[in-house]
């Protein structure tokens, strides 16, 4: 069994795709990685709050009330007072019945579908959602069809072929975590209704990032109420852990019975409580780092653009560069980290054969004095390895 485990990490090695970790201790828009320090172009904290004194001190003050750890899971005697006030601040935020916190965004979706779908299911998932939602689709031993990414007249056909007796769950994610692009959700909930089908949306990287308190890309859509599930995480945008399901309250109590990563887990320590209680108020008033991280994200999207850099679909936060070839994304971040910038090298089966990239994330509280000065270095990187000329 180890020889196995060796080869298929060589195997690995051979085509640039083992993954190792890195010793990374965060300062906001600085990382220090094994040691050095370097300008953060990776993180996922769009809002900066993940350093924000709110939340810290709402952490501190949870864990000395209640402790480091839950000691059971929230069906047994995890379920702290922290959880009734988040949760109801969470619904009112989002605009549902109920809402219920989970302990990642990875196990929400995996859980969710796994519940609420079965072998009476077809579940329609677009072909470049997360591993979460496609381990969770694979778990729940539902029919899988996936569509062409936003591919809508794809997903139709899809629909049109399928025994109408089925159960049909469309999901997809709101923003694209490689590509920076979002989904064709008015179209999505048009076939959701044209079909008879739930829709399902992952928010993980567009909670706090879009809307006008940070409800989310449906709610910016103002089609949040034709979406049946609402799923996001509090640990990007919003800067603190853990993951949230809104929606009718049936909802909620079904998934409270039946979702098993929820279930058979224990509960989120109170630090990580008190600063979801504390980001959720405080995600709804940062209307100026929303647009700051907007107007920041247009800047340094359109000048890679003009250098000669291929972005992608991309025109959110999330800005790739795609540079083709595994090796060329492992060789670029490596440069980059030389010059003092930490971006990270996306390759397969991450992301599609041939399309490995360098995978940009801002932060609402970096400045364009500090993107140009990245920008220069990245041109510079990019004129070395020939991908721009």
Not at 325 to 340: K, P
Not at 348 to 366: C, K, Q, Y
Request: charged share 25%; hydrophobic share 45%; net charge negative.
């Amino acid at each position: 069994m180890w020889h196995d485990f060796h080869a298929q990490l060589d195997e690995l090695a051979e085509k640039a795709q083992q993954r190792k970790l890195y010793e990374a201790d965060s300062d906001g828009c600085f990382v220090w990685l094994d040691g050095k320090k370097l300008f953060n172009l990776a993180s996922n904290n769009y809002l900066g709050l993940a350093n924000d004194e709110r939340l810290i001190e709402a952490s501190i003050r949870a864990a000395r009330t209640y402790g480091a750890g839950a000691t059971a899971s929230r069906l047994i005697v995890g379920n702290f007072s922290l959880y009734t006030e988040a949760e109801a601040a969470l619904a009112e935020w989002k605009g549902s019945e109920a809402a219920l916190i989970v302990n990642s965004g990875y196990t929400a979706n995996v859980g969710i579908l796994s519940a609420i779908a079965g072998r009476d299911t077809v579940i329609f998932s677009d072909k470049w959602n997360h591993a979460s939602i496609v381990d969770g689709a694979i778990l729940s031993r539902a029919e899988v069809k996936r569509y062409r990414h936003n591919d809508i007249d794809h997903l139709e056909a899809l629909l049109q072929k399928t025994d109408k007796q089925k159960r049909k769950i469309i999901v997809t994610d709101t923003v694209f975590s490689m590509d920076g692009d979002i989904a064709p959700l008015a179209e999505l909930v048009r076939l959701k209704e044209t079909y008879g089908a739930l829709l399902v949306v992952d928010e993980a990287h567009a909670s706090g990032v879009y809307g006008e308190k940070g409800e989310g890309l449906v709610h910016h859509l103002n089609i949040a109420e034709q979406v049946d599930i609402h799923m996001g995480t509090f640990s990007k945008a919003l800067g603190a852990f853990g993951a949230y399901v809104a929606g009718k309250k049936v909802l909620i109590d079904y998934l409270i019975n039946h979702m098993r990563s929820f279930i058979f887990t224990t509960a989120l320590p109170p630090a990580a409580l008190g600063a979801i209680c504390a980001a959720v108020a405080v995600v709804q008033e940062a209307h100026d780092r929303r647009r700051q991280l907007h107007e920041l994200s247009v800047y340094f999207r359109t000048r890679l653009q003009a250098l000669g850099f291929d972005t992608g679909p991309s025109i959110t936060q999330i800005v790739p560069v795609i540079v083709g070839e595994n090796d060329r994304a492992v060789q670029f971040s490596r440069r980059l980290q030389e010059r003092g910038i930490a971006a990270v090298a996306i390759r397969p089966p991450t992301v599609p054969e041939g399309t490995a990239r360098i995978r940009f994330s801002l932060m609402a509280t970096m400045t364009k004095e500090q993107l140009d000065w990245a920008l220069v270095e990245i041109a510079e990187v990019g004129k070395e390895m020939k991908v721009i000329s």
